[in-house]
């Protein structure tokens, strides 16, 4: 890569009387010791991530689905590291587009570039709408730091996901390049800053449906339906097999011996637990339903009803125009009603309300047996709400399991079905309550990996906290594949496939055995423990990249004395210290006696070095008499 004209400018020629040198700086990757930019360029390029901070993670190209929803083709590089962590332009140019990213949207920066004669297209994803540092029409230096690192969107944790498009950001499927492939041809090279990178390696994808919903014979709905798998039944997939890099929405399965297309939001990468109460069977039935109708709705043009709220759901029947009906509960856009015996949904848009149905009205159906207060939710983990007293008449809306949803006047929530009657009935005898089995109050369990702590079972719902992998957490319960969990103060829902089962400690104390003194650096900030086990007091916390003394070892863990204290630390948290090199003395070469002159205003310096002191100022067009050279600099008079 040639030197810009201004570099050779300022840096070469001639310079001054004595014993003085001038130096043309390397082209090739260069560090830079900068807080506020990328610290490696090269050219007009640079790194969007600080170097060995990183892990190159999904690459870009085919893949299997890893969320709900998720394409089968990648279309950027994934790359994985700590919240918060600094995120850079690669090159120079406009910020275009800024989306700010929620728990269910990912935050997205782009930015518009002239590369080689043509334009391209850097986005940046995750971000969170606080962490965006640059805004539109905003012109950006390579290597400028424009964000933070986030986990918004379908993330299971905090990463980078970078796309480099040729002419506008998602353009045309010809139009992605693979930001790697991209860098590395303008001597960028991603995977030689990372401190690990992983490829995809699976063959074979395996999906399961979400839930009863139809098998095309080709991407799209409109074409013959083969057949109509049953929730988490299993089905057989290629990785990459989509309708479209961008925008497809169907994914080629094979479900028993039939083989056929699926819409991506049908089928799920993870089995499903079992079906939670008040959702409704395949065939459209409810398990344990809403009760209480909310509205009336007509319908002025003929209606699918689905077992779900959803296109993908399987369709059970249709609702002829000109009927009447009374929706019980709404969700996203969909109703989900009753006709000729069957509930299920239908689409909000293509039904007209006539009329709304006031529950603080319903009439009385159950006596309430004790003082009490209402809950948020079913279960005693719920917040209380509003108190009601012995005798008090309720109507009843809903059951799910224990628990009943009832209406009080103008209040409505949640109580045990057991502190209730019907109205006219004798008053059951009271029975000893089951004995609640103790809340643990010690982790369980331990995060396998950087993931995302939500609101609800569900990568639709808010993240309340990213945890990082190691994080010990306390599993309160379980719902299909997404875990309650307590995690210090702070309460939420994970992925239990990112779960590990703490196994107690075993008895036999640690062996240590001592080694041979020598100093390592610290690769982040880590706590010394007072044993060799994450569950032992602290004792001293250090800092990043600082060096401490090593003398023994036990199992996976290191002993090491740092500020005049003694502790352990993981030994992957530990590098062994390199010391740096020793600058080799410049040779000094005798040339020829020859005149030249200084093309701009210079310094002549004590030696080849550009931190050597000044020894005289050369004005510009000066002759001077070069009688040396060492390195990249000569020897003036």
């Not at 050779?8 to 009387?17: C, K, M, N, S, Y």
């Not at 929405?249 to 094979?254: A, D």
Request: aromatic residues 8%; glycine residues 8%.
């Amino acid at each position: 890569m040639a030197t810009p004209k201004y570099i050779r400018a300022l840096f070469a020629g001639v310079l001054a009387a004595g014993m003085v040198f001038t130096a043309l700086p390397a082209t090739s990757q260069v560090r830079v010791n900068a807080d506020s930019g990328s610290k490696v360029r090269v050219g007009n390029f640079a790194l969007p991530l600080d170097p060995d901070t990183y892990r190159m993670t999904s690459p870009m190209g085919p893949r299997c689905m890893p969320v709900v929803g998720g394409s089968t083709h990648h279309l950027g590089q994934d790359m994985g590291t700590r919240d918060n962590a600094p995120i850079y332009a690669v090159a120079a140019g406009t910020v275009r587009k800024v989306v700010n990213g929620t728990g269910s949207t990912s935050g997205q920066v782009v930015v518009t570039h002239r590369i080689d004669g043509g334009t391209y297209e850097s986005a940046y994803m995750h971000m969170w709408p606080n962490d965006v540092l640059v805004k539109t029409g905003q012109k950006v230096a390579a290597g400028q730091k424009i964000a933070l690192v986030g986990s918004s969107g379908p993330s299971t944790g905090p990463h980078l996901h970078l796309e480099i498009w040729k002419d506008r950001f998602y353009s045309s499927d010809s139009n992605v390049r693979n930001p790697r492939a991209f860098l590395k041809d303008r001597g960028l090279d991603l995977n030689s800053h990372a401190t690990a990178t992983y490829a995809e390696s699976l063959k074979t994808c395996t999906y399961y449906a979400r839930g009863k919903a139809e098998l095309f014979a080709s991407a799209s709905a409109d074409s013959k339906v083969l057949a109509r798998p049953n929730r988490n039944a299993p089905v057989s997939s290629k990785p990459g097999a989509i309708n479209g890099l961008r925008n497809g929405s169907f994914v080629k399965v094979k479900y028993g011996s039939v083989t056929g297309w699926m819409n991506r939001f049908a089928v799920t990468p993870y089995e499903l637990g079992a079906a939670p109460e008040g959702s409704m069977t395949s065939t459209g039935t409810v398990t344990n339903g809403v009760r209480v109708p909310f509205a009336k709705y007509s319908n002025p043009y003929g209606l699918n009803m689905r077992s779900g709220a959803a296109t993908w759901y399987s369709k059970l029947l249709m609702i002829p125009a000109g009927t009447t009906f009374e929706a019980y509960e709404s969700s996203a856009g969909w109703l989900r009603v009753k006709y000729k015996g069957t509930e299920g949904w239908v689409s909000a848009s293509l039904a007209r309300k006539t009329a709304s149905i006031d529950q603080t009205k319903l009439p009385a159906t159950h006596e309430v047996l004790r003082d009490l207060k209402l809950r948020s939710g079913a279960g005693t983990t719920y917040q209380e709400t509003h108190p009601l007293k012995r005798g008090a008449k309720v109507a009843v809306r809903q059951v799910r399991g224990g628990w009943s949803q009832i209406q009080s006047g103008k209040h409505s929530g949640w109580v045990s079905s057991a502190d209730m009657k019907k109205i006219g009935s004798a008053t059951p005898q009271t029975a000893k309550p089951p004995v609640a089995k103790p809340t643990p109050t010690k982790a369980t369990h331990e995060t396998t990996a950087n993931l995302n702590m939500r609101a609800g079972a569900g990568t639709n719902t808010k993240i309340v906290k990213v945890l990082r992998s190691g994080t010990d957490v306390i599993e309160l319960r379980r719902q299909g594949t997404w875990s309650n969990i307590k995690a210090g103060n702070a309460a939420g829902w994970v992925s239990n496939k990112y779960l590990r089962v703490i196994k107690p400690a075993a008895t036999k104390p640690p062996v240590v055995q001592s080694v041979k003194k020598a100093t390592y650096t610290s690769k982040a900030k880590v706590v010394a423990r007072k044993s060799a086990s994450a569950k032992a007091a602290a004792v001293v916390s250090i800092p990043a990249k600082t060096n401490v003394t090593v003398d023994a070892r036990s199992g996976s863990w290191l002993r090491v004395k740092y500020a005049g204290k003694t502790g352990w630390v993981p030994a992957n948290q530990l590098s062994a210290y390199k010391a740096p090199a020793k600058p080799r003395p410049p040779v000094v070469q005798s040339v020829k006696k020859a005149t030249y002159t200084s093309k701009v205003k210079v310094v002549a310096r004590k030696s080849a070095s550009a931190k050597a002191a000044a020894v005289v100022s050369i004005p510009a067009k000066k002759n001077v008499t070069v009688d040396a050279k060492s390195g990249s600099w000569l020897r003036v008079k």
